[in-house]
């Protein structure tokens, strides 16, 4: 007879050889590369494939397979083959690609779980899609001047609310300051106002709440059941109910993008008063998940470097001359769209700080077996449902486009004072040199609502406040959302500010 001791002993033995067997078959039926496929690297262990080297460090981990393969490889990671192209002389040719390489469906799975609304499918939802594209044209060109405008009045609302009364040096940290200021704007500018509730109240308790669904949104992209995530169901939860018809009918000065995107979902008999908050619910993160963090990289770097932030205020200072216009207690600067499209140095020191915070993965799913042609008659069979990949950073740190990739050159993108368009690899003019918005199909529809935001934001604190570094730590970037967006600082900073003696 075996004792217990014994038994336990065999039945780990049996389990710890099961799971060798099990290794050698997936080591063995490992994928291999067929004639005309990129070159493939799977990795050392089954499954995992190159997961912890790409989580650690993708930029790394990326140029390390472009030495082994060149400029495309497939790489096995976490269970899927994705063929990056680093090569971004390349980068149209995949991008152009829309018929074979899809990302809705890829997009569609993840924002319907992570928001917690029903996939849209055509079948069910006719149109749906097709329409929402359609109303973020609100956000684009002259139709963009009345988000503008509102936006700039609600900053300067925030700031004479917030910062009227200080004369002296005040020191706080600089991502708070900033995720309070935008998110209050922002938000007011999209969903409008309260009548009845402390707006400032109100708003900073959204804000919270928002935080702390944002710190787990990485884990909701990549599939952790939400159960897992300590509160965060009751956060997204309260969140949604922000957006039930009954509290957003209260609301005034809701902006024509947020009414006709609500219009549109009202159509839609099959969605429920959940379901149609939960896509409000969507459109704010989208609105302000990455702005936020865009907005603090670009002050962190103009408050870090002082002789850019002198330029960028100077070319500020000039506008306000040329229009008339003095800073005064009443806070009711008037800066237009198309001004603020003339402030080539601002827009230079915002493009270079998101060349160096943005890491949105450009992902796309195969639809069928295909031959992607590229440059130079070079051509790759990719394999169905494996995912094609173009990782912004590779081009964004790549010192033949950008030389010291690192520094921080805030007139980088400035050229016989006009923005700079022309920047080159191989010789060649590069149709996409800056993507921290994507690209093709799924191109954030917001940028340009998103580049203004910023410059407003950036504009109302450099006229209004005088700053500094209190604390001389250089800050890195939080990699958890490496592939999702705009990079987290990895730690706040503190800075101090005191408020500009007005011209009136
Ligand atoms: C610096 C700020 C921003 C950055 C870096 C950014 C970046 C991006 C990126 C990379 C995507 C594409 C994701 C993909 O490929 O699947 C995207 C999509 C999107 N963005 Fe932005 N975004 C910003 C601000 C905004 C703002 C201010 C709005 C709206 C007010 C907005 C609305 C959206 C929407 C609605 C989508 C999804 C579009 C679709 O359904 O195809 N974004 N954004």
């Not at 609304?117 to 329409?131: G, W």
């Not at 080539?344 to 160096?356: D, K, P, T, W």
């Not at 990949?389 to 006009?418: Q, S, W």
Request: glycine share 6%; hydrophobic share 40%.
């Amino acid at each position: 007879m075996l004792s217990i001791n014994q038994l336990l002993v065999s039945i780990n033995g049996l389990v710890l050889g099961f799971l060798v067997l099990l290794l050698i078959l997936l080591f063995f039926n490992r994928r291999r590369r067929k004639p005309g496929e990129p070159p493939l690297d799977n990795g050392l262990i089954p499954y995992v494939g190159w997961a912890l080297q790409f989580g650690k460090d993708p930029l790394k981990f990326l140029k390390s397979q472009q030495k082994k393969h060149g400029d495309i490889f497939t790489s096995h990671i976490a269970g899927k083959y994705i063929t990056f192209i680093m090569d971004p002389t390349q980068f149209q040719y995949v991008i152009k690609q829309a018929k074979h390489l899809d990302f809705r469906e890829f997009a569609n799975e993840m924002a319907s779980r992570t928001f917690d609304y029903p996939r849209i499918t055509e079948a069910k939802f006719p149109q749906l899609r097709d329409n929402m594209h359609r109303i973020y044209k609100i956000m684009q060109g002259t139709a963009l001047d009345k988000l503008t405008d509102s936006m700039m009045g609600n900053l300067q609302h925030v700031f004479k609310w917030k910062f009227s009364q200080a004369t002296d040096w005040k020191i706080e940290k600089m991502y708070q300051f900033c995720c309070g200021i935008i998110f209050e704007a922002s938000f007011m500018t999209l969903y409008g106002k309260d009548p009845v509730a402390d707006g400032h109240k109100l708003i900073s308790e959204i804000r919270e709440n928002f935080t702390k669904f944002d710190a787990k949104f990485p884990y909701l992209v990549i599939n952790i059941p939400i159960s897992l995530l300590g509160a965060t169901r009751k956060v997204r939860e309260e969140l949604i109910h922000i957006f039930f018809p009954n509290k957003m009918a209260k609301r005034s000065e809701v902006s024509e993008l947020i009414q006709t995107r609500k219009n549109l979902l009202d159509q839609y008999d099959v969605l429920q008063d959940h379901d149609r908050a939960a896509h409000h619910f969507a459109f704010l993160w989208a609105s302000v998940g990455n702005t936020i963090p865009a907005a603090f990289w670009a002050m962190y770097y103009l408050v870090r470097h002082p002789e850019a932030l002198a330029a960028v205020r100077d070319e500020l200072d000039h506008l306000l001359q040329s229009t008339g216009q003095k800073r005064g207690p009443n806070y009711d600067l008037h800066i237009t769209r198309v001004q603020l499209d003339s402030l080539v140095l601002l827009g230079s020191a915002i493009n270079e700080s998101l060349r160096l915070c943005s890491a949105s993965m450009n992902i796309r799913v195969v639809q069928e077996d295909f031959v992607l042609e590229l440059e130079g008659d070079q051509a790759y069979n990719l394999r169905k449902g494996d995912f094609v990949a173009i990782y912004p950073p590779t081009l964004h740190k790549d010192p033949e486009v950008y030389d010291d990739p690192e520094v921080f050159k805030y007139d980088r993108y400035v050229e016989n004072e006009k923005e700079k368009t022309t920047f080159f690899k191989k010789g060649k003019k590069l149709k996409n040199y800056l993507m921290p918005f994507g690209s093709g199909v799924s191109i954030c529809p917001g940028r340009f609502f998103a580049v203004n935001e910023i410059k407003q934001f950036l504009a109302v604190i450099l006229l209004y406040m005088d700053m500094e570094m209190v604390e001389n730590k250089i800050i890195g970037q939080d990699n958890s959302r490496t592939g999702l967006g705009i990079l987290l600082p990895n730690s706040d900073i503190k800075f101090r500010y005191k408020p500009r003696k007005f011209d009136l």
